[in-house]
C-alpha cells in the first residue's frame, strides 16, 4: 500500500511539473524589460524563446516571432533544445506512468513487470527535470550578464550629466515570470521521479520462491520383526467334498 501511494503522489507531482515547463516553454516572458530607471513606463518589451513582444499598461500587446535561427545566440538555441528534450522525455515517461499505475489493471501485467515500468517512467522523469532546470539557469545566466554589463548611455553630445541620467538608458531586462515557472516545474518533476525510482522497489515481488514443506520423519534402522504367534487353521479330512460316485475326493476347503 505504501508503495502504491508512492507511486501515485509521484505520478501526480511528475505530471504536474510536465504542464508547467511545457507552459513555460510556449510563454512569452523568459526576459522582461527593467523599468526601474524608465522616465515611460507605459510601454515595455518582452522576449521569449520564440518570439519577441511589446507591451502597453493598456494590456495591448503586440509580438514579432523570430524569423532566423543561424542568427540567433547559440545560447538561446541551446536553450530550445533543453526545453523540447524535456517536454518530450516528461510526456514519454507520462505515458509509461500511466500503464505502470498499480492502481490499473491492465490485462493480465504482473508486478514485476509494472515495477520495471515504473522505474523507467522514473528516470525518464528525473532527465526531463535536469533538462528543464539546465534550460531555463542557462537563460537565466544569459540574463544576469547582459543586466551587470548593460550602462548608461550617453546621448551623442557629451553631456552625460551627473550619473549620466541625461542619457538615454539601454534597455535592461530581467528575469520573467516563465523562468519561475520552469523551475518550479522541473523541481517537481525531479522530486517525481526520486518518489517513482523509490516506488519501485516496494512494487517489486519477492524473487526468493517459497515452498510450503511438510515434515519427513525417517524410519528407524533399528527395525524389530516380532514372529507372527497368530493361530493358523487347520485343515481336516472330513471336510473334503465327497465325489460323485460317493468316494471322497482329494479336494479340501477352508471354512473361517
Not at 517525481?192 to 510450503?212: N, T, V
Request: glycine share 12%; net charge positive; with cysteine.
Amino acid at each position: 500500500m505504501a508503495a502504491s501511494m508512492l507511486q501515485l503522489i509521484g505520478f501526480m507531482l511528475s505530471a504536474l511539473g510536465q504542464f508547467l515547463i511545457s507552459a513555460a516553454t510556449a510563454m512569452d516572458m523568459w526576459s522582461l524589460q527593467d523599468r526601474s530607471f524608465t522616465v515611460v513606463t507605459n510601454v515595455y518589451t518582452y522576449s521569449g524563446l520564440w518570439r519577441s513582444c511589446v507591451g502597453t499598461a493598456y494590456g495591448t500587446t503586440q509580438c514579432r516571432p523570430y524569423f532566423t535561427i543561424l542568427g540567433l545566440p547559440a545560447l538561446l538555441q541551446a536553450v530550445r533544445a533543453l526545453m523540447i528534450v524535456g517536454v518530450v522525455l516528461g510526456a514519454i515517461g507520462c505515458l509509461i506512468a500511466i500503464f505502470a499505475l498499480k492502481c490499473l489493471k491492465m490485462g493480465n501485467m504482473e508486478d514485476n513487470i509494472k515495477a520495471t515500468m515504473t522505474l523507467t517512467a522514473g528516470i525518464m522523469f528525473l532527465l526531463a527535470g535536469v533538462c528543464g532546470i539546465a534550460g531555463v539557469s542557462a537563460f537565466a545566466n544569459l540574463i544576469v550578464q547582459s543586466f551587470r554589463f548593460t550602462t548608461y548611455a550617453d546621448n551623442g553630445l557629451g553631456m552625460g550629466g551627473v550619473g549620466g541620467l541625461t542619457g538615454a538608458l539601454t534597455p535592461r531586462y530581467t528575469f520573467g515570470p516563465a523562468l519561475f515557472v520552469g523551475w518550479v516545474g522541473a523541481g517537481l518533476l525531479v522530486v517525481g521521479g526520486i518518489m517513482m525510482c523509490l516506488a519501485c522497489r516496494g512494487l517489486a515481488p519477492d524473487r526468493k520462491q517459497r515452498y510450503d514443506g511438510m515434515a519427513y520423519k525417517a524410519a528407524s534402522q533399528h527395525t524389530m520383526y516380532k514372529p507372527d504367534s497368530r493361530a493358523r487353521p487347520v485343515y481336516n479330512d472330513s471336510y473334503r467334498a465327497p465325489s460323485v460316485d460317493g468316494r471322497q475326493s482329494n479336494q479340501k476347503f477352508d471354512y473361517v
